[in-house]
């Protein structure tokens, strides 16, 4: 992988990141792994040791679904129909289902989902993201203005205009700083 996933936003937004510019950084199931391994303290149930060619194809689905609502809500049109039929199905074929147990205290409620690793990560994936499309911060969704970055964010603070201080900000501030005293 040349470049590392950025990571941090809402599940979503991370997925729809694995592809920026002329890249696909999930395009093996190894590549896959490491990206779940990124997200697994903030989300266990991603928890996938050996990811196979089956759960990248069910997750890069989702992805391009997630990526195109996202396009269509970022210019304020309806999402295609097309990505919410995908996603809808994605939770339809691996429903959560909140088991309810004792523990010897308190009543405990554990999640678990029926289907393959395939169908468990693409719902868990379509939840995050009908999460992030029902949330009202959604309409504050922004895509880098770094004019080689295509990477979307959810600014905390309404001035943020990079994915990443580090990765765009400083690159942007750099070729600034360069342009203003070349003329000297």
Same mark, same amino acid.
């Given at each position: 992988?040349?470049?590392a996933?950025?990571?941090?936003?809402?599940l979503?937004?991370?997925?729809?990141?694995?592809?920026?510019?002329?890249?696909?950084?999930?395009?093996?199931?190894?590549?896959?792994?490491?990206?779940l391994a990124?997200?697994?303290a =903030?989300?266990p149930?991603?928890?996938i040791?050996?990811?196979?060619?089956?759960d @990248?194809?069910?997750?890069?689905?989702? =992805?391009?679904?997630i990526?195109?609502?996202?396009?269509?809500?970022?210019?304020?049109?309806r999402?295609?129909?097309?990505?919410?039929r995908?996603?809808?199905?994605?939770?339809?074929?691996?429903?959560?289902? =909140?088991?309810?147990?004792?523990?010897?205290?308190?009543?405990?409620?554990?999640?678990? =989902?029926?289907?393959t690793?395939?169908?468990?990560?693409?719902?868990?994936?379509?939840?995050?993201?009908?999460?992030?499309?029902?949330?009202?911060?959604?309409?504050?969704?922004?895509?880098?203005?770094?004019?080689?970055?295509? @990477?979307?964010?959810?600014?905390?603070?309404?001035?943020?205009?990079?994915?990443?201080?580090e990765?765009?900000?400083?690159?942007?501030r750099?070729?600034?700083y360069?342009?203003?005293?070349?003329?000297?």
């Amino acid at each position: 992988m040349n470049e590392a996933p950025l990571v941090g936003e809402p599940l979503a937004l991370d997925l729809v990141n694995t592809r920026p510019t002329d890249a696909d950084l999930l395009d093996t199931p190894e590549h896959l792994a490491n990206w779940l391994a990124l997200q697994a303290a =903030r989300f266990p149930e991603l928890a996938i040791a050996h990811p196979t060619a089956a759960d @990248l194809a069910a997750v890069t689905a989702v =992805r391009d679904h997630i990526g195109s609502a996202l396009d269509a809500l970022l210019h304020n049109r309806r999402p295609p129909a097309e990505a919410l039929r995908g996603l809808n199905a994605a939770q339809a074929d691996a429903p959560a289902i =909140r088991r309810l147990a004792w523990d010897g205290n308190a009543v405990t409620a554990t999640v678990h =989902r029926d289907g393959t690793s395939a169908e468990k990560l693409a719902a868990v994936l379509a939840e995050a993201a009908t999460d992030l499309f029902t949330d009202p911060s959604i309409g504050t969704l922004k895509r880098c203005e770094a004019d080689d970055c295509v @990477l979307l964010f959810l600014p905390a603070h309404p001035r943020r205009r990079w994915c990443s201080p580090e990765r765009c900000g400083n690159r942007v501030r750099v070729a600034r700083y360069y342009q203003r005293h070349k003329a000297d």
